[in-house]
Nanobody
Framework: QVQLVESGGGLVQPGGSLRLSCAASGSIFDIFSNYVMGWYRQAPGKQRDLVATITSVGNTNAADSVKGRFTSSRDNAKNTVYLQMNSLRPEDTAVYYC?????????????WGQGTQVTVSR
């Protein structure tokens, strides 16, 4: 069974920082570095939106709403991906989910974590 476990969420004041982690494990997870890792978030009553992605070789992309504030990174040796969030705003409040995606010529492999709550408030 594949598991993605997020951690690092919590309550932070506006302007503060948090670092989320997502650790991958499981006997069928094959090679972590084969996967594009992504961070998504979902606020109450809203759809789940893509926040940031990082490829197997470390190329990153981020949503316009978080560019310059959020940075994704990964440690393939530890099967872990990170999301460094700076200058947090109340509108960043959401449940943040880790995603692992690999698409081959014959199959799509996709896994989700259980989510971690991030609340930005005074």
């Amino acid at each position: 069974q594949v598991q993605l476990v997020e951690s690092g969420g919590g309550l932070v004041q506006p302007g503060g920082s948090l670092r989320l982690s997502c650790a991958a494990s499981g006997s069928i997870f094959d090679i972590f570095s084969n996967y594009v890792m992504g961070w998504y978030r979902q606020a109450p009553g809203k759809q789940r939106d893509l926040v940031a992605t990082i490829t197997s070789v470390g190329n990153t992309n981020a949503a316009d709403s978080v560019k310059g504030r959020f940075t994704s990174s990964r440690d393939n040796a530890k099967n872990t991906v990170y999301l460094q969030m700076n200058s947090l705003r109340p509108e960043d409040t959401a449940v943040y989910y880790c995603n692992a995606l690999r698409i081959t010529s014959t199959r799509r492999y996709e896994y989700w974590g259980q989510g971690t709550q991030v609340t930005v408030s005074r």
